[in-house]
């Protein structure tokens, strides 16, 4: 009788009678950091704290330019998702030999030039499409009645 067991979706052949081969999957020991109910609870107190700051700035209107507002609200956005990285996704430089701050680097990469670019759709949007746009902006007349 054979004591090799093939386990499920496993690469390896585990002999439980000699020890050979990975250990099962409840004897292994975890790779990356774990948090603790602390982490949990301080990560989640700062994203209510940077979720609530945003949106007081937004409603009570304390700030007056629209762009400024804006762009403090992208800054809180940008520190919520270091906070879900940090304390809830426990991505750091040492957890998987380096690949997870790689993988934030190609992310982070993608997320400017998303933003980015919806930025700069938006704008040429509301510059070229808005109603009366003719008497605010005369050097841009777009009536199509007087195309040659």
């Known amino acids: 009788m054979s004591t090799h067991t ?28 774990h948090g603790t109910l602390r982490d949990y609870l301080v990560g989640f107190g700062l994203s209510v704290v940077l979720t609530a700051i945003p949106f007081w700035l937004v ?54 030039i998303t933003l980015a670019g919806s930025l700069w759709v938006m704008h040429h949007l509301n510059v070229n499409m808005m109603p009366g746009m003719q008497n605010a902006a005369p050097h841009m007349n777009h009536d199509m009645s007087q195309m040659p």
């Not at 992208?74 to 701050?101: D, R």
């Open 59 to 112: 409603m009570s209107g304390v700030i007056q330019s629209k762009a400024a507002t804006g762009f403090i609200v992208m800054a809180f956005a940008v520190a919520q998702i270091v906070v879900h990285m940090i304390y809830f996704l426990h991505m750091n430089a040492k957890a998987e030999q380096g690949w997870t701050m790689v993988a934030l680097v190609f992310t982070l990469i993608l997320v400017v």
């Open 6 to 33: 093939a386990t499920p979706h496993a690469e390896y052949v585990y002999d439980h009678a000699h020890g050979h081969g990975p250990p099962p999957h409840d004897e292994q020991a975890h790779d990356g950091p």
